[in-house]
């Protein structure tokens, strides 16, 4: 009966140990779950157009993703909200590749947008004031773009160019023909030329003038060229026969000495007119001031041509000369020396 009541008392005792553990257990697995609870948070991942949705208690992002099979390469981006929060949302930027060519080169950078400025930053590539990019420094770059800079440079130099001086011919009856005297010795001038050349990637363009000096003046050369042509300007219309004589006129005074004079510029005669070629000296009580002339040699070799009474002279008045030819230079009047020419007054 005493063995009886013992193991009663020690079922009663056991019993009550265990009644007053359940409580404990519960409470503690109460207080488990509400810890995970508290620690859980829910986390959406978003790549691109994929997402998921997940709940962990993981606070390392790169573990978080690597659970959920999210993979990163060296240039993508992660931004995260704070875990501190329930709710977090990671959000993946994934890097597209940019192409660039510079200097005769190829690269390639990983990027996940940005300015094709920022791009070229990034890749370390400078360029200079005169460089082109082809895309603008402030667009923005996207997959597969790719962005050409093209190295330019100018560079200016001079070069000097001979002026070939010029030939002027004054043609004129004191000559023989095919006879030439030169009377001012030609020289050639010089023109500095300043050209500037656009090198594109290292390849000279096509050079652009941008000056042209000359530096120094060419001189013409001058020469008297046998021929026989008129040396007056004047032209009264006279109408000549095959000998070069006029065919009409009011008189005429034949194997006349005619001599040769000059004038400083400016000068006048004695009629008052300026003087020039093409007005002659005479004996104004032969031949009135005024009078048209038209003054050629009998053989026609010498022509002297249409011409104005307009001065006079002492050989004149004398009767030592017929006529005074009027030359433009000193050297013509000396290559007239004295020569015999028929005087046709047309009027």
């Known amino acids: ?28 697995l109460s207080l488990t779950i509400f810890a995970i609870a508290h620690m859980t948070r829910v986390v959406c991942i978003y790549d691109g157009d994929q997402s998921t949705l997940t709940y962990t208690t993981e606070k390392d992002v790169h573990e978080i993703l690597n ?19 329930k709710y977090v949302e990671i959000n993946i930027t994934r890097a597209f590749p940019v192409q660039i060519k510079v200097d005769g080169e190829k690269h390639t950078v990983m990027t996940t947008g940005g300015t094709v400025a920022a791009v070229l930053a990034q890749a370390g590539v400078t360029f200079g004031s005169d460089d082109t990019v082809s895309s603008p420094l402030d667009a923005t770059v996207s997959s597969g773009l790719e962005i050409v ?10 070069e000097v160019q001979t002026i070939p001086y010029e030939q002027e011919n004054q043609y004129t009856s004191l000559l023989k023909t095919g006879r030439t005297i030169v009377t001012q010795y030609g020289s050639n001038g010089e023109r500095v030329l300043t050209y500037r ?6 390849v000279p363009q096509e050079p652009e003038l941008v000056d042209s000096t000359v530096t120094v003046q060419p001189v013409a050369q001058k020469a008297l060229v046998g021929s026989k042509v008129p040396i007056s300007p004047l032209d009264f ?43 002659v000296a005479v004996n104004p009580n032969v031949i009135p001031y005024g009078s048209k002339l038209y003054i050629v040699s009998a053989d026609g070799q010498f022509v002297y041509g249409c011409a104005i009474a307009a001065d006079t002279g002492t050989a004149l008045m004398s009767g030592h000369a017929g006529v005074d030819l009027y030359y433009a230079t000193y050297l013509e009047s000396c290559l007239n020396g004295a020569k015999y020419v028929n005087i046709y007054v047309l009027d």
């Open 149 to 158: 800079v093209t190295r330019v440079q100018y560079q200016t130099y001079t």
């Open 197 to 202: 050349q656009k090198i594109v990637d290292g």
């Open 1 to 28: 009966m005493q063995e009886r009541l013992r193991r009663v008392s020690w079922c009663l005792r056991n019993l009550n140990r265990r009644m007053f553990a359940v409580p404990l257990l519960a409470l503690a």
């Open 67 to 85: 659970t959920e099979g999210y993979y990163l390469m060296a240039a993508d981006e992660v931004d995260y909200t704070d875990f501190a929060q």
């Open 237 to 279: 219309g006279v109408s000549l026969d095959a000998n070069g004589q006029p065919l009409n006129y009011s008189r005429v005074l034949t194997n006349q000495r005619a001599t040769g004079y000059t004038a400083k510029a400016g000068a006048y005669t004695a009629s008052g007119r300026k003087a020039g070629v093409g007005y």
